[in-house]
T-cell receptor, first 113, second 110 residues
Framework: EPEVTQTPSHQVTQMGQEVILRCVPI?????FYWYRQILGQKVEFLVS????????KSEIFDDQFSVERPDGSNFTLKIRSTKLEDSAMYFC???????????FGPGTRLTVL | AQSVTQPDIHITVSEGASLELRCNYS??????LFWYVQSPGQGLQLLLK??????LVQGIKGFEAEFKRSQSSFNLRKPSVHWSDAAEYFC????????FGAGTTVTVRA
């Protein structure tokens, strides 16, 4: 069964550094998402992406964040200058349509020191 | 705006006993509703979903959920819990993005 994959599984970085989290969505899906879950809190929507542009973003997704689909398979989330409060589990998800089931990857745990 | 409330933060249940997890939603139109499960250190796995039609939906691992529009609820049930069901369970509503509840942690005792 096809699945969403994410790399790395765990990333440790220093405050102020740039990080790129990578995702490979399910191949025939058209909609891509990033969510995050700070330890002990609920899963929060960050951004959705369709047709090579952002469809919707939350207020969390400020100018420090960007997303890109650099080729036909990868979907990346970049944080330009990480802060301590960016420490969280980041989940990528994909879906065939905009109100179809979203399938989640295993997550990348980002730790900012 | 859409929102989801899961009133129970933590539930402890004996193995073999029944389980019911509560979910209430706030949404203006007919909601698309989901239950996901997250085992420790793992990602989110879809248990079941409701889009339309039959209000009782069956999912994986023996779970089912019932959509009740009059109560704005979408409660998850399992008749007989196994130790492997210990996990965190999230209810979510879809409005072109998922809005999740805070989650319910289920502990299964032997």
């Amino acid at each position: 069964e096809p699945e969403v994959t994410q790399t790395p599984s765990h990333q440790v970085t220093q405050m102020g550094q740039e990080v790129i989290l990578r995702c490979v969505p399910i191949s025939n899906h058209l909609y891509f998402y990033w969510y995050r879950q700070i330890l002990g809190q609920k899963v929060e929507f960050l951004v959705s992406f369709y047709n090579n542009e952002i469809s919707e973003k939350s207020e969390i997704f400020d100018d420090q964040f960007s997303v890109e689909r650099p080729d036909g398979s990868n979907f990346t989330l970049k944080i330009r200058s990480t802060k301590l409060e960016d420490s969280a589990m980041y989940f990528c998800a994909s879906s065939p349509g905009d109100t179809d089931t979203q399938y989640f990857g295993p997550g990348t745990r980002l730790t900012v020191l | 705006a859409q929102s989801v409330t899961q009133p129970d933060i933590h539930i402890t249940v004996s193995e073999g006993a029944s389980l019911e997890l509560r979910c209430n939603y706030s949404y203006g139109a007919t909601p698309y509703l989901f239950w996901y499960v997250q085992s420790p250190g793992q990602g989110l796995q879809l248990l079941l979903k409701y889009f339309s039609g039959d209000t009782l939906v069956q999912g994986i691992k023996g779970f089912e959920a019932e959509f009740k529009r009059s109560q704005s609820s979408f409660n998850l049930r399992k008749p007989s819990v196994h130790w492997s069901d210990a996990a965190e369970y999230f209810c979510a509503v879809d409005d072109y993005k998922l809005s999740f509840g805070a989650g319910t942690t289920v502990t299964v005792r032997a």
